[in-house]
């Protein structure tokens, strides 16, 4: 079968790619566009280690098919500093030593992010749910939360 | 030596390979390429035991874009009747484990691997490679392994006279136990069982080799150990090591289950077929079927006391699931679960069962939390049938500075009594409980290792400093390292950078494991740090024509003291090293030893759960871990041991099992049915570090990463009891048990 052709923008910048029809975005991610920050570590969207945000949505890009981003927007833990400078999450992230062997991380940023887009004030409880599916097996949580919660709390009183 | 100030050591810093890691631009294992790469991939067993008739790999080679088909041809074989040590792993199974010959042990066992030009044509390859089996009869649980007319899986392995899947035992004695027991006023024996549970890394294995035209090898793979990766990889291909180099990629997780080799060989293997660059990387089914889970187990454990809470006896008799080839930690099991203890008398016996389940790998403290786990619910029952309260009766029988331990060692200045001191007078022991909430208590102890580790320690020419040592960072210990520099070099911690060797650039390091990364590595890099020093010292009296012995280096600064004190103006260390071509060139020192004097952790944890009455689910209130770390060195990331090893006994006490079909075959390798806990199942885990510093650390590091997964199942077991009124007398303790024991089915 003939490949694909997709045009779509991730971070910010127009990017073209051809795929197979079964390819998965983060196969494409990860393989043609050396986006290795998305990790796969299941494959089956039960981890949240392929994180990135589509059209504003959190989704794991393990399943959705590198088709599927025909003419949307995509933003993937590359895209998250600016100008080389770190997005608080990530800044806080390393202040509150929120990982360890760093494999979950970008998965954690990314719907972390999503979050505060979503939710700028969220409480424990709907921060432990939402991030429910991100596993972490190094740091048992406890740390991602804190820094989850303090960036909700700086941006409070920045705001 | 330096004053230790304690500017640096302390401090929760930020790491030097963070910026990398929270950008996605660290470089882990698979996510490396090279021009002209191509992919492997692994044909595995579908039956749990067979022998191997026959493999036809000819359709697999002829299909377009396959490159090279291997199987244990292809593989160094190690003749059964010799045992070859790297470690305590025997190549003897690590040869067999990699690739399958003659008989497939498992579900999962490797038999064969193609390298071709897509990952999917390498796939599509092994599916036509035909393999004749003839099935054998198998045996997945211990029961079934050692009843007497159990399927054998090795012929030559003998126990009692006979063929056996008995494969080893370990014993260590104390006392005599008979008369021990004699003088008890309680005795409780009891039967416990837990599951096999995965490591749970999240990082998959994966491997990138390169083998060039002259026959030298470059493998970049994430592991515990890039000099485990090479000796074995040489041992298992023929390639000797001076010609392997082992590029260590940043590690996603191992926890004990990197500390062995499962692709590597292959790739390097193909690689030298091909002439090209061979990728492979493991999908989580098969990370789950096949890479190391911990044993399961079952064990008998037996306490006698008197009524003022004196121990008088204790015996442990421990059956561990080792998988399909010896090397259960037993060890473990036996040696640490009565460590806590000052026992007159005492016995633990531990026997490593070969089974058709895949081999097990360390995991944290591996076998202690086994060991731990019917111990420390024994000691719950006893502390109720005597009234008195759990901790007490611990501190009433703390092993202190001084107490045999009944594997053998007498201890050294310890702070076992601090954590349970801690624990009693902890808020968490002392707040009121909820209705169906329950509370719970338990103490674990690990060795710790030393072992051999190096160090190069380098000034730049702008006079800041890069140090290398050679054990893969699993979870903070660079940034330890740059603390303790800095403390020792009296410098600013960011004008130091720590990275990880490959085996090519630092001298010989042992594994990442045994928590002995920052004990070994703290050891050497202190005395790196103090021949550096001494360097410096010598270039300043160089350019002041004076004699060295009248030195002082302070905070950064070669200062001249005694009688030239004040005749000089300081010289930084930018300054040296503005001047080291003048003055003998450049300025660095490396270290090697094998370290000594890695001292035992012990812990002590508080748990609250609440059990749902209605639907048997089990949920942790509140939990807070008690360690006595020796120093904290970075107390953020030694706090984040303690929380992530109690999050994965969490798992272990109440979700995680390994759940094998009537067909023998994994039954759930996806994390959706292999449950580990995730955010929503966990509240914050408190935790109190002790310091009762090792007398033989110059910084008084203990380890610290494996004690935190010792309590935690018993912990959560005496809980639950607490909150329900009965036990639970094996793991995991899933919503369909619990609900059972509730009805008292
Ligand atoms: S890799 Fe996509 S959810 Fe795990
Ligand atoms: S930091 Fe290792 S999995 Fe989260």
Redesign the interface.
């Given at each position: 079968m003939a490949k694909i052709q997709v045009s779509t923008n991730i971070n910010n910048e127009s990017v073209e790619y051809l795929c197979e029809p079964h390819d998965t975005m983060l196969s494409v991610l990860r393989n043609q566009l050396d986006l290795t920050g998305s990790k796969e570590s299941c494959g089956s969207g039960d981890c949240g280690s392929c994180s990135v945000i589509l059209d504003g949505e959190l989704v794991c890009s393990c399943l959705m098919l590198a088709a599927e981003a025909e003419g949307s927007k995509l933003e993937t833990i590359e895209g998250m500093s600016e100008g080389g400078k770190l997005h608080a999450l990530q800044q806080k992230f390393l202040e509150k030593a929120a990982l360890q062997c760093g494999i979950c991380t970008p998965g954690f940023l990314m719907a972390s992010k999503a979050l505060l887009d979503h939710n700028p004030t969220p409480t424990e409880t709907e921060v432990r749910f939402w991030l429910a599916g991100n596993l972490c097996r190094c740091t048992g949580y406890d740390k991602i939360v804190k820094a989850v919660l303090e960036v909700a709390d700086d941006m409070k009183e920045s705001a | 030596m330096n004053e230790i100030s304690n500017k640096w050591i302390g401090k929760?810093t930020?790491?030097p390979?963070?910026?990398e890691?929270?950008?996605?631009?660290?470089?882990?294992s698979?996510?490396t390429t090279m021009p002209g790469m191509i992919w492997g991939h692994v044909l595995r067993s579908p039956h749990p035991h067979a022998k191997i008739i026959s493999i036809n790999t000819k359709k697999a080679e002829a299909l377009e874009g396959v490159k090279s088909v291997i199987t244990s041809k292809d593989i160094v074989d190690f003749p059964l009747d010799k045992p070859v040590m790297l470690g305590i792993q025997d190549m003897r199974w690590m040869c067999r484990n990699i690739m399958a010959r003659d008989k497939v042990l498992f579900h999962g066992h490797p038999l064969a691997a193609v390298a071709a030009t897509t990952e999917a044509i390498a796939e599509k390859a092994c599916n036509l490679i035909e393999v004749e089996y003839e099935i054998l009869p198998w045996a997945i649980d211990i029961e079934d392994a050692i009843k007497d007319d159990a399927p054998i899986l090795h012929d030559h392995i003998h126990f009692d006279g006979k063929p056996s899947n008995i494969a080893g035992t370990l014993e260590h004695k104390k006392g005599d136990i008979e008369e021990g027991f004699e003088k008890a006023d309680v005795i409780i024996e009891r039967d416990f069982k837990t599951e096999a549970v995965h490591?749970?890394?999240?990082?998959?294995h994966s491997c990138l080799v390169s083998v060039a035209a002259d026959g030298r090898a470059t493998i970049w793979s994430s592991s515990q150990g890039q000099f485990m990766v090479r000796a074995m990889t040489s041992f298992l291909t023929g390639i000797p090591q001076s010609n392997i180099r082992a590029i260590p990629a940043?590690?996603?997780?191992?926890?004990g289950g990197k500390t062995i080799v499962y692709l590597e060989p292959l790739a390097t293997v193909m690689s030298q077929k091909t002439g090209r660059p061979v990728k492979i990387v493991m999908?989580?089914e098969d990370t789950m079927r096949a890479s190391g889970p911990t044993s399961g187990s079952k064990s008998k454990i037996k306490i006698g006391a008197t009524k003022d809470g004196k121990i008088v006896a204790a015996q442990g008799i421990y059956y561990l699931q080792a998988g399909a080839f010896p090397g259960s930690p037993i060890r473990g099991a036996a040696g640490c679960s009565l460590a806590p203890y000052d026992i007159p008398n005492a016995h633990t016996f531990g026997y490593d069962v070969v089974s058709n389940r895949s081999k097990v790998a360390a995991y944290r403290a591996p076998g202690a939390p086994i060991g731990a786990y019917g111990v420390e619910c024994v000691l719950d029952e006893i502390a109720e049938s005597l009234k008195i309260c759990p901790l007490e009766l611990r501190k009433i029988n703390a092993a202190k500075e001084g107490t045999k331990a009944v594997h053998g060692p007498v201890f050294p200045k310890m702070g076992y009594i601090e954590t349970l001191d801690a624990a009693i007078n902890h808020p968490h022991y002392k707040a009121p409980l909820g209705k169906h909430q329950g509370r719970g208590v338990a103490s674990g102890f690990w060795f710790n290792a030393g072992g051999e580790s190096s160090a190069q320690l380098n000034i730049t020419e702008d006079g800041n400093v890069v140090v290398t040592t050679g054990h893969p960072d699993?979870?903070?210990s660079r940034a330890s390292i740059a603390n303790i520099t800095a403390e020792l070099l009296g410098i600013n911690h960011d004008r130091v950078s720590v990275l990880i060797g490959d085996t090519a650039t630092i001298g010989y390091s042992n594994l990442t494991g045994g928590s002995r990364v920052l004990f070994a590595s703290a050891l050497v890099v202190t005395e790196s740090a103090q021949i550096v020093i001494n360097q410096l010292k010598q270039r300043a009296a160089k350019i002041w024509g004076i004699d060295e012995d009248a030195i002082d280096w302070e905070n950064g600064e070669a200062r001249p003291a005694g009688d030239n004190a004040g005749k000089f103006a300081p010289l930084t260390l930018a300054e040296i090293a503005d001047k080291a071509t003048a003055t003998g060139g450049p300025i660095g020192a490396g270290y090697q030893v094998n370290t000594e004097g890695a001292e035992g952790g012990f812990a002590t944890h508080i748990c609250d759960v609440e059990v749902d009455m209605d639907l048997g689910i089990v949920r942790v209130k509140r939990y807070t871990s008690i360690q006595d770390v020796g120093k904290a060195i970075?107390p953020?990331?030694v706090?984040?041991q303690l929380?992530?090893?109690?999050?994965?006994g969490i798992g272990w006490a109440l979700s995680e099992e390994y759940i094998y079909n009537k067909d023998g075959h994994l039954d759930n390798t996806?994390?959706?049915d292999y449950r580990?806990p995730?955010?929503?199942?966990?509240p914050?885990?408190d935790t109190v570090i002790i310091e009762v510093p090792n007398p033989k650390h110059p910084q008084g590091v203990r380890g610290v990463g494996e004690v935190p997964l010792v309590p935690p199942l018993a912990a959560i077991s005496n809980a639950v009891y607490q909150a329900i009124g009965k036990r639970s007398y094996s793991l995991p303790m899933s919503p369909p048990k619990v609900l059972k024991i509730i009805e008292g089915s």
């Open positions: - | 929760n930020v790491r390979d963070g910026a890691k929270v950008t996605g631009r660290a470089q882990y698979s996510d490591q749970g890394y999240l990082e998959t940043e590690i996603g997780g191992g926890f999908n989580r699993v979870g903070g970075h953020d990331y706090e984040g929380q992530g090893g109690c999050a994965q996806g994390f959706l580990m995730v955010c929503s199942d966990l914050m885990l």
